[in-house]
């Protein structure tokens, strides 16, 4: 179930009471013999569900999603087998990235928590959105400071490459 956000077009996953999802029941499925697309639309749901719990600011959340916690995400731990990976910069079905979900929470301790863990800090969301474009758009300086310091630039191309500066000249 998904609800707007604002006036655009940006959507974001209505907060969940446990880690149940598209993924529920995911340990009865074989994922060696899925095809690549499907499999793709469950990494996609994982995403979608990590940027969840960074935009509440669910701290303890995030860690197990990341560090595939079997206790409290079963289904992270099913999908992925014991060697699998949860991919940090996975864009979610609506297109956008951990990083950006997690300046959206405003809490440095959660864009510190996804920038340790490998996301790019220039990735941008589908709509070209990055966590620094983020975090001055909300306003929260001490992020912008933060992500400037990690390497974070103000304009990057749809890859999230830094635009050399002859095409930032008028």
Known sequence: EQESVGSGSRKSRRSRDSTESLTEGV???D????????????????SAELCSYCKQGNLEMVRAILDKDEEKCPQVVALLGPQGKVSIDALTPAG???????????KLEMVQL????????NKPAKDGV??????????R???????????????????GRP?????LRL
């Open 27 to 29: 340990d009865k499925l």
């Open 114 to 121: 996804i920038l340790e863990r490998g996301a790019l800090v």
């Open 163 to 167: 635009y050399p500066d002859e095409h």
């Open 31 to 46: 994922f060696t013999k899925m095809s690549a697309a499907r499999k793709n639309l469950f990494v996609q749901e994982l």
């Open 130 to 139: 990055t966590a620094l474009h983020s975090a001055a758009g909300f306003g």
């Open 96 to 106: 956008e990235t951990p990083l950006v979900c997690a300046t959206d929470s405003g």
């Open 141 to 159: 300086l001490q992020l912008v400071r933060f992500l400037v310091s990690q390497g974070a630039e103000s304009a990057v191309d749809d890859e």
